[in-house]
C-alpha cells in the first residue's frame, strides 16, 4: 500500500494465515514488523519480523517467520475500485445470502450466516487503486462482544476478501 502497509492471506484446505503489517524500503528492499495471525486448528497470533526484496511493478519476495512469498506485480490493481462493483448482495461459503452492501457502501452482514452476531460496516475505494478500504463493526449480543475491525478488501470478479488489521478476515461472493 502507498504507506508501507502491508496484507498477505494465504489460505490451504486446512486453513491459512494472515499477515499484516507496516514496514518501509528503498526501491529494491522491503523491512518491517508484522503480525501473523495462524487459522489451522486452533488461532493463535504471533509478532514477527518481515523482510524481503521487490522491483516496482514487477516482483516481490518476502520472508516471515517460518514462511516465504513470492509474487508478481498485476497491472488491473491500479484500476480504479468502483462503489457500484461492490453494491448489491454476497453470499457465505454454503451459497446463502449473508451481506448485503448499499450504493453508498455501508454494509449489513445477517447474523448467524457468517458470524454469531450482527456486523454492520462500510466499505468504500481507496484512491486510484483496485483496493477498498473496510471497517466491520460487531454489534454486542449474548454471543457477541463490541469490536471493530478496520482493513481492506480486494475484489477479484466476483469474490470479495476483506483482510482487517487485527487478523481477522472474511471472504463472500456477489450474487
Sequence with gaps: MPDGSFYLLNMGPAGGYAVVGVGTGTPTTYAGTGTQFIYAGSRYVVALEVSGTYTHQSSIDLSFGQYEFTGTFVP????????????????????????????????????????????????????????????????????????????????????????????????????
Excluded: W
Excluded at 486510484?128 to 463493526?137: F, Q
Excluded at 449474548?142 to 476478501?161: D, E, V
Design 76 to 175: 488491473e490493481f491500479f484500476n480504479p475500485a468502483k462503489q457500484s462493483d461492490v453494491a448489491g448482495t454476497f453470499a457465505n461459503g454454503a451459497g446463502l445470502p449473508a451481506m448485503t452492501v448499499d450504493p453508498d457502501g455501508n454494509l449489513v452482514i445477517d447474523s448467524f450466516l457468517i458470524a454469531p452476531c450482527l456486523i454492520t460496516g462500510t466499505i468504500r475505494p481507496h484512491g486510484g487503486t483496485r483496493v477498498y478500504d473496510a471497517e466491520l463493526n460487531f454489534q454486542p449480543s449474548s454471543q457477541c462482544s463490541a469490536r471493530s475491525y478496520k482493513g481492506i478488501a480486494i475484489l477479484n470478479g466476483k469474490s470479495l476478501g476483506f483482510l482487517m488489521k487485527e487478523g481477522y478476515f472474511l471472504h463472500v461472493t456477489k450474487l
